[in-house]
């Protein structure tokens, strides 16, 4: 099996602390404190791609709005395939 590393797109909504170089990120309507230190200049509005509470690469925000929707329908599909199979394997 081939593992697989997923980076999340989020935007900077605060810099928490700038000596420790923690930030704020909001993704989907989650908000959550990740490290920026692997980034060079990291200001508030800056689209970044989040790995395991790393920020490790910026974007631009027209990539991350597409990344998002991506997972988005990815995610759909997943619940759909889900409930199709919860339903096949109900007891009678």
């Known amino acids: 099996m081939i593992p697989v590393c997923l980076a ?9 602390d700038e000596s420790q170089q923690i ?3 909001e ?4 908000r ?9 200049d990291v200001q508030v509005g800056d689209w970044v791609l989040i790995h395991v509470g790393f920020a490790i690469q910026k974007v631009d925000e ?9 997972l988005q329908q990815l995610g759909q ?3 759909e ?6 339903s096949d394997t109900k007891a009678s």
């Open 62 to 70: 027209e990539e991350a709005l597409q990344t998002l929707a991506l």
């Open 77 to 79: 599909g997943v619940e």
């Open 32 to 40: 959550r404190n990740i490290s920026v230190a692997l980034l060079d």
């Open 23 to 25: 930030a704020k990120v």
């Open 81 to 86: 395939e889900l409930r199709q199979d919860g």
């Open 27 to 30: 993704v989907g309507g989650v």
């Open 8 to 16: 999340v797109p989020g935007r900077i909504i605060e810099i928490v």
